[in-house]
């Protein structure tokens, strides 16, 4: 059985190039396609980064799990399962709005155990080990200590064509933003996580994001300090509400949601 701190440094060796294909990719032109619905974007980069990052996972794990956004599921019924988003943020990438991503989580079982989130405009590396700490680049990171919600800043995502949740979401915003500092719309899961983990917002919250989106964020969470839960306050098992915060305001922030 391989360790934890191998699978680790193979994630962080695979961000890498992958960051440094979607950096080069930013350079060219980005014709898009959508999946359907009119913001529901992916590039060829997209696709690109999926397959170096699946290739590489084969290499190094050949008898690993692999569920990523633009290729689907591998499934070899092993313990251990990478959980890939090539870009998160695609439509930030499109636009060159700098909050974008490249995401991967490794679980074991059912739990997290490591995770690599790759914001590439900002050049900065958020990682985490099971055990072992958060970091963003060679600094380790913690939650924020603030324990008033009212004190708070919080982050969400929304998914504009999601007629199912668009109204609830809508409410919850409207009561987290009259009750604390205010709310921010980033766009990337993944690095909204990462904001939670650095102590720069005490929480975050979003419905409906798919494994990919929050497999690496939710260890870069915990590892950190923070809590990562369903909207019961149940541990957090890619469940349809997530919740994200600091810990300290998570009670008011289920109740505000709850309430919403
Ligand atoms: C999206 C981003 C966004 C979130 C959406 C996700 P994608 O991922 O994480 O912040 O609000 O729900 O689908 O499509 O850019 O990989
Ligand atoms: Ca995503
Ligand atoms: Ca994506």
């Known amino acids: 059985m391989k360790s934890t701190n191998h699978i680790l440094d193979i994630a962080l060796e695979i961000s890498d190039q992958a960051a440094e294909l979607v950096r080069l990719s930013s350079q060219k032109i980005k014709s898009f396609k959508s999946k359907g619905e009119v913001s529901n974007l992916v590039t060829q980069t997209d696709i690109e980064v999926d397959k170096l990052i699946a290739g590489k996972i084969k290499e190094s794990f050949p008898e690993h799990n692999v569920v990523s956004e633009e290729l689907g599921s591998k499934n070899l019924s092993s313990e251990y399962t990478w959980y890939i ?4 943020g695609t439509n930030n990438f499109v636009h060159n709005y700098p909050s974008f991503a490249v995401s991967i989580g490794v679980y074991l079982r059912s739990k997290p155990i490591v ?6 405009p900002n050049n900065e590396k958020f990682f985490a080990l099971k055990d ?3 970091f963003s680049n060679d600094s380790k990171i913690s939650v924020s200590n603030k ?10 995502g929304f ?12 409410q919850v915003i409207k009561n987290i933003n009259l009750n604390s500092h205010g709310v921010r719309r980033l766009g990337a899961a993944s690095l909204d996580m990462c904001h939670v983990a650095k102590g720069i917002v005490e929480g975050f919250w979003e419905y409906n994001l798919q494994p990919w989106d929050t497999a690496a964020g939710n260890i ?3 590892e950190a300090g923070g809590t990562v839960s369903n909207e019961n306050g ?10 994200v915060s600091n810990n300290k305001v998570h009670k008011d922030f289920l109740k505000i949601i709850n309430e919403s």
């Open 132 to 134: 072992g700490g958060s």
């Open 85 to 88: 988003d090539p870009i998160d």
């Open 220 to 222: 870069i969470v915990t």
């Open 147 to 156: 324990d008033r919600f009212s004190e708070g800043l919080f982050v969400t």
């Open 159 to 170: 998914i504009p064509y999601d007629e199912n949740y668009i109204d609830k979401n809508l």
């Open 234 to 243: 149940n541990q957090y098992n890619f469940d349809k509400c997530i919740v």
């Open 115 to 120: 995770g690599v989130v790759y914001d590439i």
